[in-house]
């Protein structure tokens, strides 16, 4: 039954006795039609949803590969253009909330010499960094100290520059490569076009928006931006600019002798002992006393605090009580996971606990931990196992050494002095 005349012939031949005739046979008559015309009705609305349902997936599909493509062309093209980059200069700024604004300077020259210079017109520089294939200097205009630091290649110690690392070519073109992203051309002013990417994913903490140069396919500046933690601002690229040799050549005063560090050498590997002290430094020592076991600090970083100790050579951190400049707690690190010049600390707790050991095997000498803490960073959990009692927690994650795998192993060990 396709049609009302069809309909019509069907009533029309139909059997109807004569004492339904008339009024009888018109009720029917209606019925039936209103029955055939609300199934059309429902078949119609059912193909006009199924075709509408297509047309929009169609349309979604088209301008999704149609953006993929375009945005895929822009990028392919900067990638190219950043490949045939031989020098660049370029100047960051650091906002946060938690520090004082920092405005850094950065020299490269292809493919493997990078100049740091942290401070710039409104900030008086006060540190140089000059990274080198295998070699890393570092002179504290302040402190008035140097560090050489031998075998700092990416494997040895992957945080050379930090930030600094995403403003050269070669880290532009991993984060181009490595980002699945989604781009959005927002204006295109004088030859500038600015794409804002958005990571995949779960996390979106972390926001990167690159403006570029429409003729030269080059970065203009870009902004990075971390929810809670602040905004870096990558400026004034100058790309394949003349760069003076000497400029990247290291200098260190005469008047300033520079602690030297070899990385493929490991570090002399103290005992740990929980609730007491790490070989010859013990907690509550004076800061005198610990100078007097451990030897001069390679480093007293400036955080506002005046209570941190680095020993590089060692792979040792010490931190004092503001109030009366006593050991309060010191931490033994993973030279990955922080600034060169850091070695690995290769001592253990005599149960044989120490840098990449596991949750499990700590557990089996300790017990349960009193606290167990969790914090995603990294793509990988930072864990935390605090013994209160014992004086000693663990940090652990996985990813930083290759071989570990995606089991968290510990990345630093602290011996504290717990109320």
Request: aromatic content about 8%.
């Amino acid at each position: 039954m396709e049609t009302l005349e069809d309909l019509e012939t069907i009533l029309s031949e139909m059997p109807v006795p004569r004492v339904i005739a008339g009024p009888h046979k018109a009720r029917l008559k209606a019925s039936l039609v209103e029955a055939f015309g609300k199934k059309r009705r429902i078949a119609l609305s059912w193909r006009i949803l199924v075709t509408a349902a297509c047309l929009l997936l169609a349309v979604s599909i088209g301008v999704y590969f149609m953006l993929y493509v375009e945005t895929s062309k822009v990028f392919a093209a900067t990638i190219r253009a950043l490949a045939n980059v031989r020098t660049m200069r370029c100047e960051i700024t650091v906002e946060s909330a938690e520090e004082n604004p920092r405005h850094d300077t950065i020299y490269w020259i292809a493919p493997d010499k990078l100049r740091m210079d942290f401070g710039g017109e409104e900030f008086p520089i006060h540190e140089t960094r000059w990274v080198e294939a295998d070699k890393l200097t570092v002179l504290n205009h302040k402190d008035k100290s140097a560090v050489v630091t031998l075998h700092a290649s990416p494997e040895n110690a992957p945080i050379l520059a930090g930030v600094s690392q995403t403003a050269i070519p070669d880290g532009l073109i991993d984060l181009l490569k490595r980002e699945k992203v989604r781009d959005i051309v927002q204006t295109t002013t004088d030859g500038v076009e600015v794409f804002t990417i958005r990571p995949h994913g779960e996390d979106v903490r972390y926001s990167t928006e690159l403006t570029l140069n429409s003729k030269s396919q080059l970065p203009v500046e870009m902004r990075q931006s971390i929810l809670d933690r602040g905004v870096v601002t990558i400026q004034r690229f100058a790309w394949n600019v003349d760069i003076a040799t000497e400029l990247m050549t290291p200098s260190i005063p005469e008047d300033i002798k520079p602690l030297v560090l070899d990385l493929s050498q490991n570090a002399f590997p103290f005992d740990v002992r929980p609730g007491d002290g790490i070989g010859p430094a013990k907690l509550n020592m004076t800061k005198e006393e610990l100078i007097a076991v451990l030897g001069k600090p390679d480093a007293v970083p400036d955080f506002g605090l005046g209570n941190i100790l680095c020993y590089y050579r060692y792979g040792i951190e010490v931190f004092l009580n503001n109030k009366n400049s006593k050991v309060q707690w010191l931490s033994c690190v993973l030279r990955e996971t922080m600034a060169p010049p850091y070695k690995t600390f290769m001592g253990k707790t005599k149960e044989g606990i120490g840098i990449g050991s596991t949750e499990e095997e700590i557990i089996a000498a300790f017990g349960q931990p009193d606290r167990r803490l969790g914090q995603p960073t990294r793509g990988h959990e930072v864990i935390g196992l605090w013994y209160y009692k014992k004086g000693m927690s663990f940090d652990l994650q996985a990813g930083w050494v290759k071989g570990w795998g995606e089991e968290a192993k510990v990345i630093s060990i602290q011996v504290r002095a717990w109320k």
